[in-house]
Structure formats: structure tokens, C-alpha cells
């Protein structure tokens, strides 16, 4: 498969300070939107066909993405201009 037969999104990890919320990383990563699966999973009361679906709790979602991470080791924390993009 060459790399012009799929397309490839991007998207980023941000690392906050858990304190003041302040972006201390980024890392950009990209991956190809054929490769992202959800599965949905719940436990359902046995019943009759023709009444609503019950579950018996909340439901477990898995999500699977396979993704290219190039992440570079910075010397330096990012400065406010380089994080004010980031919110």
C-alpha cells in the first residue's frame, strides 16, 4: 500500500501542569482514519424483543487507534509565546 492510498489526520497529546493548567508539551502525532475503531460493549437484561433495551450499568467503550508519534526531547519547558496557540 504506498502512502497516497490512505489519509493521514493529525492531532496532538498536550501534557498541562495539573496545578495551573499551563501546556508543558505537545506532541504531534499522525494517523490514518482507517486504522481508528470504537467498540461499544453492555450487558442487557434478557427480555422480550419488542420492549426498549435495559442495560445493567454503563456500557464499555474501547477505542483503538494505531498511531506515528514524533516526539523530540526539548531542553526547555515551551515559553508563553510558544504555547498561547494551545488555549
Do not use: H
Not at 496532538?12 to 493548567?21: A, M, R, W, Y
Amino acid at each position: 500500500m504506498s502512502c497516497s492510498s490512505f489519509q493521514l489526520l493529525k492531532a496532538g497529546l498536550i501534557l498541562l501542569d495539573p496545578d495551573t493548567s499551563r501546556v508543558l508539551r505537545v506532541i504531534s502525532l499522525q494517523y490514518n482514519r482507517e486504522l481508528l475503531s470504537l467498540q461499544i460493549q453492555g450487558e442487557s437484561e434478557g427480555g422480550d424483543p419488542s420492549e426498549a433495551l435495559r442495560l445493567n450499568g454503563p456500557t464499555v467503550e474501547r477505542l483503538k487507534l494505531d498511531a506515528e508519534i514524533d516526539a523530540v526531547r526539548r531542553e526547555r519547558p515551551l515559553s508563553e509565546a510558544e504555547t498561547r496557540g494551545w488555549g
